[in-house]
């Protein structure tokens, strides 16, 4: 797997500099507020692409004369429905999710926009694929040119270049734009467990991600709390550990569904079972997985992590990971292995004496390895890769070398030298201490976010090439459908731009320009996203 997307992205289209929504042109950056004087150069594209070059020439686009269509010589199938469901979305999303499609005009001015032709140059393209790490993304050559699935990113990026006159009429300029992101790793993590998540909140979600070209929903489906995932092999796993049997569950059609949504706008899922701490809930439905507790010489009725000694724990998550590799169709699952506390392990005396009998001492972290090793074992024999937390690395388990180690543990120092770490043992990693996002402050926290950096760590340049980007994290102790969207956004479209944008894209004056703005775009497409400051919409959000 590549660890950085080789890509080109030319927009020699017909494109503009200013966005669909202006907000006020005032705002505040850094510690001592200043007032933003004028709008970006750049508009409010967002994440800023590699190379923009925006002309003063305007076309304008009228709903009854503009089509987005498939080039002549482009490799796409005419019947492949992503790309004309692609088509249609950001139709809707250049004119107007209420507006009513007419029928052509046949008028055109001398300065009208009439076509975006879409070109596919691979001759290799699946229209029922799915997305991947090392993906290849765009070579733009005339119009909008490239591969299947980047597709998404250039429609985005148009429709972002898109205005209102002040009599309403739609406008682009003539622009080029030379595109690719920094990171192939650009990821959002939802927490279900902690409290459920309707499936239509997680797709709400999607549709906003794809809007900031996040590639990775990372589906931390099930935790301690509840166990919400609908196993056809171990059904008893959600009937006894999910809030609810039937009201706070994902059935197997409900999985099918977010992936397929994630599908089409060229996201990954990747799911995270983590084991062997974080199961409770994974205790009340298989018996005998979890540790009993002991309080002396007797069990206290409490039970701590997965039980590493029994063979049945093994023949379980055999034939648990069995299924879920055939569920989920990306390359990696995530297996956790984090914050295991040892103290039960500690007082469970059969644990004690697998631990003498097998040279363990009193070191616990040994123990941990032994599970996440054999569980490693079980994982690589379904044929997928794993991503694990920090901890397991850090814990000296024996790993495969395209493993993905998580950081996110320490304070800024602690994050750079474990990044340091990493790598320098060979291995890919992503980060996400900075961006956890769950965390909140009075004041422009994105900003915090938007400085934050994988890449900046003591290292070499073959080390800073094996960071595959990040993931911003939200997790659901205080989170559920009520609030996590604006919670969410714009806070993350701050980490969104710091993966996807050149290294040196750190103005945060013209990020305030570009964001504010971008920000509007968002609440007029629907997303209750937050304000950034002071300001205002031109398209405030209505509540539905």
């Given at each position: 797997n590549s660890p950085q997307v080789v890509t080109a992205l030319n927009f020699a289209v017909l494109l503009l500099a200013l966005g669909l929504c202006e907000s006020l042109q005032r705002g505040y950056v850094g510690e001592e507020p200043e007032p933003v004087a004028e709008p970006s150069k750049y508009g409010s594209l967002w994440p800023l692409p590699q190379k923009v070059q925006i002309s003063d020439v305007s076309y304008k686009l009228s709903s009854s004369n503009f089509r987005i269509v498939d080039g002549k010589l482009s490799y796409a199938d005419p019947s492949c429905s992503l790309l004309q469901d692609a088509y249609r979305r950001y139709f809707d999303y250049i004119f107007g999710l209420t507006r009513k499609h007419g029928p052509k005009s046949g008028r055109t001015g001398p300065s009208e926009l009439t076509e975006l032709q879409v070109w596919i140059t691979s001759p290799d393209t699946e229209c029922d694929g799915y997305p991947s790490l090392n993906?290849?993304?765009?070579?733009?050559?005339?119009?909008?040119?490239?591969?299947?699935?980047?597709?998404?990113?250039?429609?985005?990026?148009?429709?972002?270049?898109?205005?209102?006159?002040?009599?309403?009429?739609?406008?682009?300029?003539?622009?080029?734009?030379?595109?690719?992101?920094?990171?192939?790793?650009?990821?959002?993590?939802?927490?279900?467990?902690?409290?459920?998540?309707?499936?239509?909140?997680?797709?709400?979600?999607?549709?906003?991600?794809?809007?900031?070209?996040?590639?990775?929903?990372?589906?931390?489906?099930?935790?301690?709390?509840?166990?919400?995932?609908?196993?056809?092999?171990?059904?008893?796993?959600?009937?006894?550990?999910?809030?609810?049997?039937?009201?706070?569950?994902?059935?197997?059609?409900?999985?099918?569904?977010?992936?397929?949504?994630?599908?089409?706008?060229?996201?990954?899922?990747?799911?995270?079972?983590?084991?062997?701490?974080?199961?409770?809930?994974?205790?009340?439905?298989?018996?005998?997985?979890?540790?009993?507790?002991?309080?002396?010489?007797?069990?206290?009725?409490?039970?701590?992590?997965?039980?590493?000694?029994?063979?049945?724990?093994?023949?379980?998550?055999?034939?648990?990971?069995?299924?879920?590799?055939?569920?989920?169709?990306?390359?990696?699952?995530?297996?956790?292995?984090?914050?295991?506390?040892?103290?039960?392990?500690?007082?469970?005396?059969?644990?004690?004496?697998?631990?003498?009998?097998?040279?363990?001492?009193?070191?616990?972290?040994?123990?941990?390895?032994?599970?996440?090793?054999n569980l490693l074992d079980i994982v690589t024999t379904t044929n997928k890769g794993y991503m694990i937390w920090q901890e397991v690395f850090d814990n000296g388990v024996k790993l495969t070398p395209d493993t993905l180690i998580h950081v996110w543990k320490g304070?800024?120092?602690?994050?750079?030298?474990?990044?340091?770490?990493?790598?320098?043992?060979?291995?890919?990693?992503?980060?996400?201490?900075?961006?956890?996002?769950?965390?909140?402050?009075?004041?422009?926290?994105?900003?915090?976010?938007?400085?934050?950096?994988?890449?900046?760590?003591?290292?070499?340049?073959?080390?800073?090439?094996?960071?595959?980007?990040?993931?911003?994290?939200?997790?659901?102790?205080?989170?559920?459908?009520?609030?996590?969207?604006?919670?969410?956004w714009p806070r993350a479209s701050a980490v969104a731009e710091r993966l996807w944008s050149a290294m040196d894209v750190t103005d945060l004056g013209d990020a305030w320009n570009r964001l504010s703005p971008h920000r509007c775009r968002m609440v007029e497409r629907g997303v209750p996203a937050e304000p950034l400051f002071v300001s205002y919409c031109p398209r405030e959000y209505n509540g539905v």
């Open positions: 993906i290849q993304l765009l070579d733009l050559i005339y119009y909008i040119v490239f591969i299947l699935f980047p597709l998404f990113l250039g429609l985005e990026t148009f429709s972002q270049l898109v205005y209102e006159d002040e009599y309403g009429v739609k406008n682009v300029n003539s622009s080029e734009i030379n595109d690719f992101p920094r990171f192939a790793h650009r990821g959002i993590l939802l927490d279900s467990s902690r409290h459920f998540l309707p499936v239509q909140v997680i797709l709400d979600n999607l549709e906003t991600m794809a809007m900031n070209k996040f590639n990775v929903f990372h589906w931390h489906i099930v935790d301690d709390p509840s166990f919400p995932f609908m196993s056809k092999t171990f059904p008893q796993l959600s009937q006894k550990g999910a809030y609810h049997p039937y009201t706070h569950v994902y059935t197997p059609a409900d999985v099918k569904k977010v992936i397929e949504f994630a599908r089409v706008r060229g996201i990954r899922v990747i799911p995270e079972f983590d084991t062997p701490g974080h199961t409770q809930s994974w205790g009340k439905g298989q018996t005998d997985l979890l540790t009993p507790c002991y309080s002396g010489s007797k069990p206290s009725g409490t039970f701590g992590p997965v039980n590493p000694i029994l063979n049945s724990t093994y023949d379980f998550m055999k034939q648990f990971f069995k299924e879920i590799s055939t569920v989920f169709p990306d390359a990696y699952i995530h297996l956790g292995g984090d914050e295991v506390n040892f103290s039960c392990w500690k007082s469970n005396p059969d644990i004690q004496k697998f631990m003498t009998d097998h040279g363990f001492g009193q070191d616990f972290s040994k123990l941990e390895s032994f599970y996440i090793q304070n800024q120092q602690q994050y750079q030298k474990e990044m340091a770490n990493v790598t320098s043992s060979g291995y890919q990693t992503l980060l996400s201490t900075p961006w956890y996002l769950n965390r909140i402050s009075y004041g422009q926290d994105w900003q915090e976010f938007y400085k934050a950096d994988p890449q900046e760590f003591n290292g070499t340049e073959t080390q800073k090439k094996l960071v595959i980007g990040g993931e911003a994290c939200l997790w659901g102790e205080y989170v559920d459908a009520t609030n996590l969207s604006p919670r969410l």
